[in-house]
């Protein structure tokens, strides 16, 4: 999965574009991001085929467009969080 670099004042470094590129159409589409969309990152995470630290960039990038969302995206991060400091 290609990972890019982005400069933005946002807090953050690196950006899953399949998944951002997905929350952006889905966003557009229904106005809220579906639960297969974080259950296949989530997956992606667990079988390493991305960082926890993407997942959670990622996520903090959705949260900069999916305002009406953000508590959801919050409870992501905080999950991805606790897993990173897991494996630290």
């Given at each position: 999965m290609r990972v890019n670099s982005i400069n933005s004042n946002v807090n953050f470094q690196t950006v899953n574009q399949k998944y951002l590129q997905r929350a952006q159409k889905e966003y557009k589409q229904i106005h809220c991001l579906t639960n297969?969309?974080?259950?296949?990152?989530?997956?992606?995470?667990?079988?390493?085929?991305?960082?926890?630290?993407?997942a959670i960039d990622t996520l903090k990038a959705i949260k900069a467009f999916a305002k009406d969302i953000t508590p959801d995206l919050n409870k992501e991060i905080e999950y991805y969080t606790k897993l990173l400091g897991k494996q630290s």
């Open positions: 297969d969309l974080l259950f296949c990152m989530e997956t992606d995470v667990m079988f390493k085929d991305i960082p926890i630290q993407d």
